[in-house]
């Protein structure tokens, strides 16, 4: 017997199209599908790619592990890709898809995953308690590097696939562009209606904090240049190789600590950095 899958998370539907897909089980179109990513409405000549997301000032880290310990999740994450504007389905039902073309764990913009809430032949997948998750509950993504980026949620929809519009779907609330360290987890909910689901979870989170591989961290809330509490600046994040998320939009990076030295580059609230060298003191700051 072939096996069902959770099919796709967003898939071509006729008078619609937008941004991003979710896994659906194998099966004739019931009109549970969605739209193609990076289109809208009556739009035919957009390609498939990150459509509507920002690039991340800082590049971020591809994610390799997930924990949820409210929904008892604790998953490797695959790379995926989008095609021809679809999401390619996660691989398994204990695994986590990350897509490419999406931000990378602790990056400016919207870091994009998916996962399975159950699968044939097995029953309850990874996602299968995300959808119960409450307001602040938190996310952890393992980079690359060994850091683990902490989001926390901030709120859960459940759509119903047939009214999604291509505007809503793409708006900041879901997978359209975010100004700040975002991320957003998918999967199927709500009825099955013998061929699949008719609606989609949501998962939205916010950066709270980034810690390093060494187990420094910094909170998201936290001053910038200003050491964590009981904390010096020597042993602390903000010494050589310690990372810090920043705290407020509008952050100007410069070559040396003047105020008159030239601008390299602007950081907005939930940027991770990893400090680098000592600091360096110049016009009254440091």
């Known amino acids: 017997m072939a096996q069902i899958t959770r099919r796709r998370l967003l898939s071509t539907m006729a008078g619609l199209g937008a941004g991003l897909v979710v896994a659906g089980r194998t099966g004739a179109n019931s009109g549970g599908e969605l739209p193609q990513w990076g289109q809208t409405s009556g739009t ?63 990056a400016i913009g919207n870091c994009i995953g998916s996962g399975h809430v159950d699968y044939w032949d097995v029953g309850p997948a990874v996602f299968y308690e995300v959808a119960g998750l409450q307001e602040g509950a938190q996310i952890e993504v393992v980079g690359g590097d060994g850091a683990t980026y902490v989001y926390e949620v901030e709120n859960i929809q459940r759509v119903e696939v047939a009214n999604l519009t291509s505007e809503q779907l ?45 187990g420094a961290g910094t909170e998201a809330g936290q001053t910038e240049g200003e050491p964590a509490a009981d904390e010096d600046t020597a042993g602390g994040t903000l010494a050589e190789g310690g990372q810090a998320t920043i705290s407020d939009d509008g952050v100007n990076v410069r070559d040396d600590a003047s105020t008159d030295a030239e601008v390299v580059t602007v950081l907005a609230a939930g940027t991770a950095v990893t400090i680098t060298g000592g600091s360096q003191e110049g016009n009254d700051f440091v």
Not at 58 to 71: E, K, L, M, Y
Not at 171 to 179: A, F, I, L, R, Y
Not at 185 to 213: H, K, S
Request: hydrophobic share 40%; with cysteine.
């Open 44 to 106: 035919t000549d957009l390609q498939a790619g990150p459509l509507g997301l920002n690039p991340a000032l800082d590049p971020g880290q591809i994610p390799v592990v997930v924990r949820i310990p409210d929904a008892g999740v604790d998953a490797e994450v695959e790379q995926q890709q989008i095609v021809d504007g679809q999401m390619l389905d996660p691989s398994g039902p204990w695994v986590v898809a990350w897509y490419e073309q999406s931000a990378r764990a602790g």
């Open 170 to 214: 793409n708006s900041p609330e879901m997978v359209g562009p975010t100004d700040y360290a975002a991320i957003t987890l998918i999967t199927c909910g709500g009825d099955f209606n013998g061929q699949e689901y008719t609606q989609r979870d949501i998962i939205r989170g916010r950066l709270a904090f980034a810690q390093g591989a060494g």
